[in-house]
């Protein structure tokens, strides 16, 4: 099962579109958010963001998982 506070983490950085702001909306510090991520990737196997500086995109399975976090949080 994937650690729910790392998902939340993804899903509210995808949300903003920000590091520091996901960590100002998460009362986290932005090394925090990052440190999250790269344990979320490390427990999926597979690299979720493609970064370009302080820009980042979802790989296709950052698109998956997104898509699972949504609904889970809808439910």
Do not use: C
Not at 48 to 57: A, M, P, Y
Not at 68 to 75: F, I, L, N, T
């Amino acid at each position: 099962m994937l650690n729910q506070q790392w998902l939340h983490t993804f899903l509210t950085l995808v949300e903003t579109g920000h590091f520091t702001r996901t960590a100002e909306k998460l009362f986290m510090t932005q090394p925090g958010v990052s440190q999250h991520i790269k344990k979320l990737e490390a427990q999926t196997g597979t690299p979720l963001l493609q970064r370009f500086g302080k820009r980042f995109e979802l790989t296709p399975a950052g698109e998956t998982l997104y898509r699972y976090a949504r609904r889970r949080q809808d439910d």
